[in-house]
Structures are given as C-alpha cells and as structure tokens.
C-alpha cells in the first residue's frame, strides 16, 4: 500500500485481532479473510494456517481506474467505485479518468463497460461528468463533449464512432456532440450555436 508501512500493518493486525501466543487453531481463517477484505484499499485476502506457529496474510490492493473529483476533494476509485487509500497519489496518477458529479464512483463500472464498446474513444477521453444522477457527459482530450443519453448509451456511442469515421465530427469545430435524443444528433459550435444533423 502507498500508504504508511505503520498504519498498513497496524489495520491488518486489528482486522486479524490476534496476538502473540495466540491459538492457530482458535483462528476463524473465513471471518479473518472477510475482516481484512473490509479494509478500504484491500481488493482481496487470503489467510491460512502455517503450523506450528505461523499465519500466513496474502492481500492485493485494489487498483485506482480513476480520480473522482467532488467539491476541492479528489478521491482515487476502483472499478467497483470503491475508494482507494492513498496518502499521496501514486505514479502515473495524472493518466487515470477523472470522474465528476455526485454518485459517480457508483457508475464507473458501467462507464468502464460503455467504453469497452468503442475503445476509440476511450482512448481520446479525459474526464466523464455523471449528470443528474442518471447519464454520462464525456469529455474528450480536445475539449469536445459528448452527452450521452439516459439509455442505450452504448448504441448512441457506436453510432457517432460511426459518423466519426465518415465525417470526422470529433475533430472539427464542434465543442458539444448532443446524443441525448433517440435518432436524433445535435452538434453545437465552439461559439455556442446549434445545429441538427442527420444520423
């Protein structure tokens, strides 16, 4: 854990709550594994029994896919949305998504999944923004967004990496991409006007 070495061993001492001289065979190894993979950054944990005298703890970490950012706070978050503990970030930090909005470290793997679809644009994507507590406004390195919508969001997704293909929409001067109503695209300049188009 990047976390203290002190603080680290300390909870998984109290999550095993055990102690020198301790009996291996009065130790529940089940309710010790759940106990260690209640810790926040603890993905997962084995426990077994080394006799005489030994037990033996392997934990993973969980992994950071994200940075949340809520108010001045920004909290790393795994795929299941589960906050990562960190005393600093780690290396490589400033790569991972940055995630907006209220709730939507519950959503992420839904994004995750929504953005296995079309890799291109996972690829060109700095930040997604949760709206409303329902759908997702993705924000591209280029600045251009793209609200998708409520529902059948990953239909809306192929449709545009579609027209992105033919028409190179993603790249011109369109700073929003408006896939919010069914059949129906709306691009808006940079400027701020709006314009329908076909899809």
Excluded: C
């Amino acid at each position: 854990s990047s976390e203290s070495p002190d603080l680290t061993f300390s909870a998984i001492l109290a999550a095993l709550n055990v102690k020198s001289g301790d009996s291996l065979l009065g130790i529940d190894l089940q309710a010790s594994r759940q106990k260690l993979e209640a810790i926040d950054w603890v993905a997962s944990a084995t426990v077994e029994r080394r006799l005489p005298d030994t037990l033996y703890v392997t934990l993973v970490e969980r992994r950071a896919v994200a940075i949340w950012q809520n108010g001045d706070e920004y909290t790393l978050i795994d795929r299941d949305g589960r906050t990562v503990r960190a005393s600093r970030m780690p290396p490589g930090a400033e790569t991972l998504l940055l995630l907006g909005g209220p709730g939507a470290p519950e959503h992420v793997g839904e994004l995750l999944l929504l953005l296995a679809y079309e890799p291109a644009v996972a690829r060109q994507l700095r930040a997604a923004v949760w709206i409303g507590h329902r759908r997702w406004n993705l924000i591209l390195n280029n600045g251009v967004e793209i609200w998708l919508p409520e529902e059948d969001a990953v239909a809306a997704l192929q449709q545009l990496a579609k027209l992105d293909d033919k028409h190179r929409l993603l790249s011109r001067e369109f700073g929003v991409v408006d896939l919010r109503l069914p059949d129906k695209l709306y691009l808006r300049k940079r400027a701020g006007e709006a314009a329908p188009a076909p899809t």
